[in-house]
């Protein structure tokens, strides 16, 4: 549950940053669960099932893409970063 990784007591948490927080656990636990199905993909001998989790894998990544955007829509310091970051060429660290 996500209310687990809070780092500060709840009552004293704006509606913005609970709802900041489900968003980012939301994506993290996508994120997660792509890594998870890879592997199990990499690991598994049945072709018919590796097709199954690669299918499930790029599902979760559709999803933490979503919750990604999401972010970007809501939160201006996201929103800076990957307008900053994302869909450019080059070396990213020399942006």
């Not at 890594?35 to 993909?41: G, K, M, S, V």
């Not at 599902?59 to 869909?87: P, Q, T, V």
Request: with cysteine; proline share 1%.
């Amino acid at each position: 549950m996500s209310s687990e990784n809070l780092h500060a007591p709840r009552e004293r948490l704006s509606k913005e940053t609970l709802t900041m927080h489900h968003a980012i656990v939301s994506v993290i636990e996508e994120l997660e669960a792509v890594d998870w199905y890879r592997q199990r993909a990499d690991d598994c001998e049945d072709e018919s099932l590796k097709e199954i989790l690669l299918h499930n894998m790029r599902e979760e990544i559709e999803h933490a893409c979503m919750g990604l955007e999401w972010l970007r829509r809501n939160n201006e310091h996201f929103a800076k970063y990957m307008d900053e970051f994302l869909y450019k060429k080059g070396d990213i660290d020399e942006h």
